[in-house]
């Protein structure tokens, strides 16, 4: 198993920057691929930015340019940095561990950390 848990969650003001920690302990080795995710209220949970083991990385559209997504595999950390932050980016940041074992995939979250974004 994988246990996760997210810090640097903040009140921010637009335009201002955040980064995000995702601390991973447990069966890390296992890890295919880690990545956030964000709920806004009344909103489905969406992808943010990922990274598989290999070092690919894919981002979703509204962050492009803005967020990058990196790891310290000595630390077992992922982190998001969040640059030009917009009130539409305030949302619940999730950590997200996806993992395969005898074929069968599972995954791991977080509890989340809030980033509220004022206008």
């Known amino acids: 198993q994988v246990q996760l848990v997210e810090s640097g969650g903040d009140l921010v003001q637009a335009g201002g920057s955040l980064r995000l920690s995702c601390a991973a302990s447990?069966?890390?080795?296992?890890?295919?691929?880690i990545g956030w995710y964000r709920q806004a209220p009344g909103k489905q949970r969406e992808l943010v930015a990922t990274v598989r083991f290999g070092g690919n990385t894919d981002y979703a559209d509204s962050v492009k340019g803005r967020f990058s997504i990196s790891r310290d595999n000595a630390k077992n950390t992922l982190y998001l940095q969040m640059n030009s932050l917009k009130p539409e980016d305030t949302a619940v940041y999730y950590c997200?561990?996806?993992?395969?074992?005898?074929?069968?995939?599972?995954?791991?979250w977080g509890q989340g950390t809030q980033v509220t974004v004022s206008s």
């Open positions: 447990g069966s890390t080795n296992n890890i295919d691929a």
């Open positions: 997200k561990a996806m993992t395969t074992r005898m074929g069968i995939a599972f995954n791991y």
